[in-house]
């Protein structure tokens, strides 16, 4: 098993491996892990998310699964690394964190089987799927602006290899409190199957990232809050949430919501069917 990160190093990236406190280049400069500015472990062409997985979730959502996984897109605009900031935009209140396992293409990849699969795979990392649900209403369910917007797709802070993806424990952290505990045994569809599913009719590429979905206990974050995803055996990634510079523009385009679709999504629940609206904060 290796461990690799991607981080700027005297205005250059590089490529480092850990050596106790501190990260080593293959020139063999150094540098002390706490003051590292991390870049995201690959450069995707494509980001690629899994909408629902794990059982928790479903449960927690009181929905059924479809046949087969169905996903939507993060821009690599997005892409955010550790100890970034994670900005909620002014006038928008409902920013939740989702940990993931983050699956990244070593090779191209076209029409494998679930058995090929784990050949095309470089390696595992973690992501912080976070969902700026004011926008839950628009963008025709592409998700676009909830999962897209800046910031809004940290990964890292390591690309770990040979891996076993069974029966790790997931666990994100909000200021030091557990707020998601899951497991990678509760996904209906496990690494090698979401990759062969997708190369079926898209090309992976070198660096692409394949969210493989959150458990159940996403919710909202506020600026100041420090959120932490724990894998077992792909380390911890961090981020900190801020307010962004400038409001949402309020001349163009849709406007941030707190209806029942945002409501229910953001606090983990079918509210509109329940007949439960859950008090304003």
Known sequence: MSRTSRILLDGSVATVVADGDELVAPDGRRIAERDAIYLPPSEPSKILCVHLNHVSRVTEFQVSLPPAPTYFQKPTSALNGHRGHVVRPDRCRWLNYEGEVVIVIGRPCRNVSPAEAGDYIAGYTIGNDFGLHDFRDTDAGSMLRVKGSDTLCPVGPALVTD??????????????????DGSTDEMTWDMHYLVADLARTITLSPGDMIFSGT?????????????TVEVEGLGALTNTVVTGPTPIRDDVGAQPTESEEVLSTALGGDWEFRGIRPPRR
């Open 163 to 180: 891996w076993d993806f069974r029966g790790k424990r997931i666990r994100t952290l909000v200021n030091g409190e557990v707020r998601q």
């Open 215 to 227: 458990p159940a206990n996403s919710r909202p974050v506020q600026p100041g809050d420090e959120v």
